[in-house]
């Protein structure tokens, strides 16, 4: 059987938390470093999670982090984001997302993963409250790597060790909203599918040229075809 490996991203793809994560990032810096609303000057979009935290030690600080820094600032996001999530009144999952992870659970040839910056330990507490985690058997994470195609290709050999084979770069497909989604999946080769569901428009996302384009994800059918085909 020819098998799809499907890496979604998360944050403006999966789910919205309301802002939960700028507001766990700026109590763990201001506890740290005691510089309050840090995120103000930092766009964490498309980034991973040790990547903003290396911006804001670069941004506020005016160094590069010391050892040991960016661990210890991501602890304490972690730390913050469990208290975050539970209680943001902005938490939404977007639209057509629960029925189109249905559908693509039910097909054997499809095994979904997330590609996300994200630390694993984030994205399950982000996804926790919607009750999604149970579709995704693995994924690629911020933990892995600050840079996005490195962590696009560890998902994929995390993915191909559970179905035991090589999986074709153009068979991986990454979904995203963000054209640093679009832009990592292009360096590994895969096939690029890109959602405005979050702060890029349609127009920005387009002129990266990702193989497909939707404006959000609540059409099950015709996103299905495009992801199965």
């Not at 702060?199 to 387009?206: G, K």
Request: glycine letters at 10%; charged letters at 25%.
């Amino acid at each position: 059987m020819t098998h799809k490996l499907l890496l979604f991203d998360l944050d403006w793809t999966l789910i919205y938390t309301g802002g939960a994560g700028v507001r766990a990032l700026d109590v763990a810096f201001v506890k740290i470093f005691q510089i309050p609303q840090a995120m103000k000057k930092v766009t964490p979009d498309g980034k991973t999670d040790p990547a903003i935290c290396r911006e804001m030690i670069r941004v506020h600080l005016n160094r590069e982090p010391g050892e040991g820094e960016i661990a210890k600032l991501c602890r304490g996001y972690l730390d913050q984001l469990a208290v975050e999530i539970p209680s943001s009144p902005g938490y939404k999952i977007l639209p057509g997302i629960p029925a189109l992870l249905e559908a693509l659970a039910r097909r054997e040839d499809i095994l979904m993963g997330l590609g996300t910056g994200n630390l694993e330990e984030g994205a399950r507490i982000k996804l926790a409250r919607a009750g999604l985690m149970k579709f995704f058997r693995f994924g690629g994470y911020g933990s892995d790597a600050e840079d996005r195609p490195t962590v696009l290709r560890t998902g994929v050999r995390r993915g191909e060790a559970m179905l035991g084979k090589t999986v074709p770069p153009r068979d991986v497909i990454v979904i995203g909203d963000n054209i640093r989604d679009v832009q990592a999946g292009k360096v590994i080769g895969a096939t690029t599918v890109a959602v405005a569901s979050g702060p890029m428009t349609y127009e920005e996302l387009a002129a990266t040229r990702p193989d497909h384009i939707f404006r959000d994800l609540s059409d099950t059918s015709t996103v299905l075809s495009a992801l199965t085909v």
